[in-house]
C-alpha cells in the first residue's frame, strides 16, 4: 500500500569490489658534460585486477594482469646560452588495465570477459625534439614528435545499447601520428612527458584517430574532426568521453 510506511525500498542489483594491485620500481640517472645533459632511466611494473562480487549481477567477475618490467626513457639537452636549450628524447609507455564497471575489461558480462582472448594492453613509443626560448616576459618553445600508439582499446557495441547488450572491448590497431607543437608558455606535456601526449593524441584531441572511429562504424556514418577556434578547455574522463562519442556513433549508424 503506497499510503503506508514503505520498508526496503532499495535494491541492489549488483555490488563488486574492484581492486588494483601494483608493484612498481623505477630506475633514474642524470649526467652533465658541461652544456649537455644526458637524463637516462627505465621503470616497470606488475598490475593485478580484480572484480570480485558481493552481490553479483550481469557483470563479471575475475583477474586480469599487465607487467611490463622495462618500459625505457632517455633525454638529452643543450644549453645554447641562458635563455635557449634544445632537447630531444624517447619515452615508452605501457598501460595498464582499468578496474572499473563502467570501462575496461570488467564493464562487460562473464561471456563477453571469457571472450577476451589474448587481450594486448596499450603501448607507445614517443620521440621529440626542439627548442625553448626565453626572453623577458616571453617563453617559447617548439617540439616536432613522432608517436607510434600500438594496441588501441576499444569497447565495441555489439548492438543497440537499449538491448542490454554488453560491449566487447578488443584491440583495434595502431596510431601513428607526426606533428609540430608549439607552447608559450611552456606545458607540463611536452619533453619527457610522453604519456600525455600519448593519450592526447590516442583518444579525441588528434584527426589520427578518426581513422579507429571509422572503421567501428562502417562507412555509412561520415565522420570529419575540427577544432573551433575559441572553445574553453575541460577536463573530462577519457574513458567516458570514448564511450559517449563511441555510442553516439553507433546510434547514428543503427
Not at 605501457?94 to 594492453?121: I, M, Q, Y
Not at 593524441?201 to 562502417?218: A, D, K, M
Request: net charge neutral; proline share 6%; hydrophobic share 35%.
Amino acid at each position: 500500500d503506497s499510503l503506508q510506511f514503505q520498508t526496503n525500498p532499495f535494491y541492489t542489483q549488483w555490488f563488486y569490489k574492484y581492486g588494483t594491485d601494483t608493484v612498481q620500481y623505477y630506475v633514474q640517472d642524470k649526467l652533465t658534460f658541461g652544456q649537455v645533459t644526458v637524463n637516462l632511466g627505465w621503470k616497470g611494473f606488475d598490475v593485478k585486477n580484480s572484480a570480485t562480487p558481493y552481490v553479483a549481477g550481469s557483470l563479471t567477475s575475475g583477474k586480469i594482469s599487465v607487467t611490463d618490467w622495462f618500459q625505457p626513457h632517455a633525454g638529452i639537452n643543450y644549453k645554447i646560452s641562458g635563455n635557449a636549450e634544445l632537447f630531444a628524447d624517447f619515452t615508452q609507455v605501457t598501460r595498464a588495465f582499468v578496474s572499473a564497471a563502467t570501462s575496461g575489461p570488467f564493464a562487460t558480462t562473464p561471456a563477453g570477459f571469457a571472450g577476451l582472448g589474448n587481450l594486448k594492453p596499450e603501448q607507445s613509443d614517443t620521440y621529440e625534439v626542439g627548442g625553448r626560448f626565453r626572453s623577458g616576459p616571453f617563453t617559447g618553445s617548439l617540439t616536432g614528435y613522432w608517436v607510434n600508439f600500438r594496441n588501441r582499446l576499444l569497447a565495441v557495441q555489439v548492438g543497440s545499447p537499449i538491448l542490454g547488450l554488453a560491449s566487447a572491448l578488443q584491440n583495434v590497431g595502431n596510431v601513428r601520428a607526426v606533428g609540430i607543437e608549439r607552447f608559450s608558455p611552456g606545458h607540463d606535456g611536452g619533453s619527457s612527458h610522453g604519456e600525455t601526449r600519448i593519450i592526447r593524441l590516442g583518444y579525441f584531441e588528434h584527426p589520427s584517430y578518426v581513422p579507429l572511429l571509422r572503421r567501428t562504424i562502417g562507412p555509412s556514418i561520415q565522420i570529419t574532426s575540427s577544432d573551433e577556434p575559441g572553445l574553453w578547455r575541460v577536463v573530462a574522463d577519457p574513458a567516458q568521453l570514448e564511450s559517449a562519442i563511441l555510442n553516439l556513433s553507433i546510434n547514428a549508424r543503427d
